[in-house]
């Protein structure tokens, strides 16, 4: 237990300098001895703790994933409905997407593992999302979604736009990381059509296109 709280810090210094190289140059490109020198320490103090590159990369994840859930649950924590549960974990995810280096590498890093590695990240991986598939599944049943949706769709949907956003945002864009959430939460919620054109053209009256071969 001692030397758990001891060596707490020098793996966090670890975590932290390897975030950085990886999103800088990728995990394939970033060395032990980088990620070493960047940490202030020696190779051999890294290879103690992390004996392989893999292993940082999962220690990343894993810390990265619990401050990300972490955030998340704070942030629904004393909300009771499910609809706004959901739309406030959105908006904490994509904040704190934003604000590390790790949460960016995790996105996309994990896919240079192989063998127990990969296997161990996609467990990770697995966990995390049934998180968020428990939002998306308390949401339906309160009965304000359509009860035809495809739940394991809307969850790639949603995960899939938020993590889209650290490949293109700015902070010094017109937009904070809490707006964006919003917008894409009102295209979801709303949907993109203006009211008179939300309904099928043949629902609205209008004649039905005719098919090829048809007089």
């Known amino acids: 237990m001692t030397k758990k709280k001891t060596s707490a810090p020098v793996d966090d210094r670890f975590l932290d ?47 990265g994933m619990d401050a990300d859930l972490a955030a998340v649950r704070s942030a629904i924590g004393n909300v009771a409905d499910p609809v706004e549960r959901l739309r406030l974990a959105l908006r904490a995810r994509l904040s704190y997407l934003l604000s ?21 990240m996609i467990r990770l991986r697995d966990r995390y999302e049934a998180f968020w598939s428990g939002l998306v599944y308390e949401a339906a049943g309160s009965g ?10 809307l969850r790639f949907l949603l995960l899939g736009a938020i993590n889209s956003v650290a490949q293109w945002y700015s902070p010094r864009g017109q937009c904070g990381p809490a ?6 939460w009102e295209f979801l919620a709303f949907g993109v059509l203006d009211d008179a054109h939300r309904m099928p053209a043949a629902r609205r009256g209008a004649p039905e296109p005719a098919l090829v071969g048809e007089e």
């Not at 590390?100 to 161990?120: N, P, S, T």
């Not at 304000?144 to 769709?153: E, H, Q, S, V």
Request: aromatic share 8%; glycine share 4%; proline share 4%.
């Open 17 to 63: 300098a390897a975030a950085r190289l990886f999103r800088q140059q990728g995990f394939e490109a970033t060395t032990v001895r980088e990620i070493a020198k960047a940490a202030g320490s020696l190779p051999g103090s890294l290879h103690y703790r992390y004996p392989t590159k893999a292993a940082l990369l999962i220690d990343l994840t894993r810390r």
């Open 144 to 153: 304000r979604l359509r009860p035809d949706l495809d739940l394991k769709m």
């Open 179 to 184: 707006e964006v959430a919003d917008a894409f």
């Open 100 to 120: 590390r280096d790790a949460a960016q590498v995790i996105l996309y890093d994990w896919r240079a593992l192989k063998g127990k590695a990969r296997e161990e």
